[in-house]
């Protein structure tokens, strides 16, 4: 077995965790935005599953990648658009709709898929996004092979690290966003809709949460199949905790999880004789390690999860 721990073997294991956190930092990233406005969106899983659906059966039918990608886009918004208008326009409990939502999209993806396809028994190859190599930088000595050899969703994806972190840090618009998270009655008196702000959250959320699922199915698998989400949006929840709501905290949390996935999955090329269940407890085993040890004590947003009413003094 210690042949197989080859210089190669960790370049190719370190190529592939980059690869594989890039889904759960998208929607990480789409849940920070959303707590930072004081919604706590637990539906991460739902919107993935349709995003995933949606984005799978646009690519396919038009035989484009980027078309796939908006669709996931849209299609994570309608369906989180269910969860913000219950949450703020009808202050509903947030975390109930969560898991509504994850009952209700994963469900909904699979009837539209078994509509779609008469034989579901079959995977059906769809689209694939290529990798994208930047000149030079891919010459770069195993760093160059990890990091710039990849596909242009992924280069985004890790872009949007530092965009959010300006983004709520450093402009007037991010400082706004936070305060709703933190004192909604106060950034109200200072001339914020905090409704309005919770709403942009939610579109933010839905949007790159269904792009996280249409990665898995563009970039990732290039197919569909009932269950291909497999918990990386509770993952991803659990990343935001653990990355205590910083973006910069976000990333190093999903690269951890990228890595224990991608860990897992070449054990079982190392290892065939081990029953591959246990391998793939390794994530998940990784995230319940993670919130026992470092998600205690929580840092979040003062407002999070709790309704807004407006006329409340």
Known sequence: MSSFFTANFLVELLLSAVRMATPILLVALAETYSERAGMVNIGLDGIMSIGALVGFLVGYRTGSPWAGILAGAAAGILVNMIYAFCTITLCAEQTVYGMAINIFAPALASFIYRLSFSDTSTLIQGVSME????????????????????????????????????????????????????????????????????????????????????????????TYSEGIVAGRGFIALSAVIFGRWMPSGVLMACLLFGFCDALQIRLQLISPSTPYQILQMIPYLCTLFVLAFFGIKKSGPKANGQPYYREER
């Open 131 to 222: 990798a994208f190599s930047i000149p030079v930088l891919s010459q770069i000595p195993v760093l160059g092979n990890i990091l710039f050899n990849q596909s242009i969703l992924v280069y985004a994806a890790y872009l949007m690290v530092p965009v959010t972190s300006v983004f709520l840090n450093k402009t007037r618009a991010g400082l706004n966003f936070k305060a709703v998270g933190e004192f909604p009655k106060a950034a109200e008196t200072l001339g914020i809709h905090v409704v309005f702000q919770k709403y942009i959250a939610c579109i933010l959320c839905g949007a790159m949460a269904g792009i996280g699922g249409a990665y898995l199915t563009i970039c990732y698998t290039s």
